[in-house]
């Protein structure tokens, strides 16, 4: 029999498992709360107006009180982006790397919210005790410097959490995977593994981030007389280093576009973790004065963000930089799923300024900073946990991930694939499942604010099937029409046949609020009501829509 207080971990996940995106999750242990990451996902066109999805933190924010800490992997937006929604409700201290810190500071500062904050910079293999959790930071390389996988010491072993990460053996810093400490906790026995999952169905291994720079410089010494502009993430400190390193070989004086690229260019160069040293950086405004083979712009937008440096200059949209046929613009980026459209759409229209671009489809100017197949076997293979849970994916990559671990001797019962809101209890002998919270997406449409699924719905409905406006006056003593039946639609058809529509919508409404009136209804509510439901019907039978129905039938 199992011992009544067995001590147990609960693990919360709020995010991130059935999509790459608003990664997070909330361990308890002993009553006490610990969040791992607070990420932000982006939307996908179908959500109209929709700028950013983050996960639902209703759950947390009744339990704030219990909250110990809130521990951050790493700097990417999918981790840290939803931070100054959640510390809204939430405030507990934050821990994570200097450079992760200073990103999320960063963030923070913009959105006035880092006065009340409590900011911890952990060095890497540090251990802190962050109230009732032993929190271990283990270096792994990614696509952004810094990074952490997290060791939690609990009274039930270890539970171990990838981060996001790959097994590169060349990175940019020379700051390695900590593989010798990973077996360790392997040999100590570690309980529960959580794994990255973004590159499950991909065999072999990620490619270094060093191969990006030598491609790179292959393609700019390709083109000694031309103009170079290069997007990629502002984070990805390691890739900017690159492009910096060929820029001072090749004597190309330097640009900086974009507001995060120059914040976090700066960032690094404080954190010691750039060096821009014998770097001529310029101005846009004096691009012009030199020959195009002597610049090299870096700029933000590789993933087609509307707003960024990238896409203005793709719309001819900047004042002193205009692209054309003496540019060639490199993509070294690869889309997030849910950015391939936007993405085409600025290659597309840096093609009709002209522009040469170059991107991940055409050559490799990118590397994943995810494990692949390979990399997640290595994994495995020195952590051997004894339950197994895959995480940050979309179903799919989570299913691979769990097949992986299968064949790398894995008990199928002791993997438990789960998705947002699944709750798990874990001891140090068995894992149940312990119901559900709520996890669905909350989103924020820019200055409108949060929204949940209602209005997103009405948008849907507006781009798909338009809209209809029904008015109409009655007189409530003679129960006439005063002021006649009137149909304005919205987004429908051209010319005569949203006349036909509007002509049968009449008489439809017409005759229903006739014969109500008739019966007496005298209700402007019922009558409202009435009349949208006669509309309905028309369309719905003889246009197949369903269209947003608006009345103002106004009775007096
Ligand atoms: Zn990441
Ligand atoms: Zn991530």
């Not at 950013?52 to 909250?67: G, M, N, S, Y």
């Not at 691009?287 to 200059?313: F, H, N, W």
Request: charged content about 25%; aromatic content about 6%.
């Amino acid at each position: 029999m199992a011992n009544v207080a067995e001590p147990t971990v609960k693990v919360h996940f709020l995010g991130g498992l059935g999509e790459i995106g608003r990664n997070c999750m909330v361990l308890e242990q002993e009553g006490r709360l610990l969040v791992i990451d607070a990420g932000l996902m982006f939307p996908e066109p179908s959500m109209y107006g929709i700028d950013l999805i983050l996960p639902d933190f209703a759950w947390l924010k009744e339990r704030a009180d219990r909250v110990d800490g809130i521990v951050l992997t790493h700097g990417h937006e999918d981790h840290t982006g939803a931070l100054r929604y959640l510390l809204r409700d939430v405030s507990a201290p934050l821990y994570g790397a200097p450079l992760t810190i200073g990103f999320a500071r960063h963030r923070l500062t913009e959105a006035k919210m880092d006065k009340n904050c409590t900011f911890v910079e952990v060095r890497d293999n540090e251990r802190v005790r962050i109230g009732a959790f032993d929190v271990e930071f283990i270096p792994v390389t990614h696509s952004v410097p810094s990074a952490h996988a997290i060791a939690i010491h609990t009274p039930i072993g270890i539970v171990f959490h990838s981060g996001d990460f790959k097994l590169d053996l060349m990175p940019i810093d020379g700051r390695r995977t900590d593989v010798a400490r990973l077996a360790a906790l392997g040999d100590a026995g570690v309980t529960l593994m959580m794994a990255d999952s973004t590159n499950a169905e991909e065999p072999g291994f990620t490619a270094s981030e060093s191969t990006v720079g030598v491609t790179l410089r292959r393609l700019f010494l390709e083109r000694p007389n031309r103009r170079l502009v290069v997007a990629c993430f502002a984070s990805h400190l390691h890739r900017i280093q690159q492009i910096l390193d060929i820029a001072r070989d090749q004597e190309r004086k330097v640009v900086l576009l974009g507001r995060s690229m120059e914040a976090n260019t700066k960032l690094g160069r404080r954190l010691k973790l750039l060096n821009t040293e014998g770097i001529a950086f310029i101005d846009t405004t004096n691009l012009d004065r030199y020959p195009p083979g002597e610049v090299l712009v870096i700029c933000t937008g590789s993933q087609g963000e509307p707003m960024s440096a990238l896409s203005k200059l793709a719309r001819a949209d900047d004042r002193f930089f205009r692209v054309g046929p003496d540019d060639t613009v490199i993509l070294s980026s690869h889309p997030i799923p849910g950015n391939e459209w936007s993405v085409g759409r600025v290659i597309d229209d840096l093609h009709r300024l002209g522009a040469e671009v170059i991107h991940s489809g055409r050559e490799a100017v990118h590397a994943s900073g995810h494990a692949r197949q390979g990399e997640l076997r290595t994994l495995h293979q020195l952590i051997r946990p004894k339950f197994f849970v895959p995480i940050h994916g979309e179903y799919r990559h989570m299913v691979h991930h769990a097949d992986l671990a299968t064949s790398m001797g894995q008990d199928p019962k002791r993997i438990w694939i789960c998705e947002d809101g699944d709750v798990l209890e874990v001891s140090s002998r068995n894992v149940r499942r312990a119901g559900t919270i709520p996890a669905g997406y909350h989103y924020i449409d820019g200055d409108g604010g949060d929204l949940d699924d209602t209005p997103l719905a009405d948008r849907r409905m507006l781009a798909e099937h338009g809209a209809l406006l029904v008015s109409a006056g009655i007189e409530k003593k003679s129960g006439q029409i005063k002021s006649p039946v009137t149909v304005v639609p919205r987004g429908w058809f051209e010319g005569d046949r949203d006349r036909d529509l509007v002509a049968a919508a009449v008489k439809e409404v017409t005759q229903a609020l006739e014969e109500a009136l008739k019966s007496d209804v005298r209700d402007a509510d019922d009558l409202n009501r009435i009349a949208r439901r006669a509309l309905g019907r028309l369309v719905g039978q003889r246009f197949r829509r369903q269209p947003v129905l608006m009345s103002s039938i106004v009775v007096f």
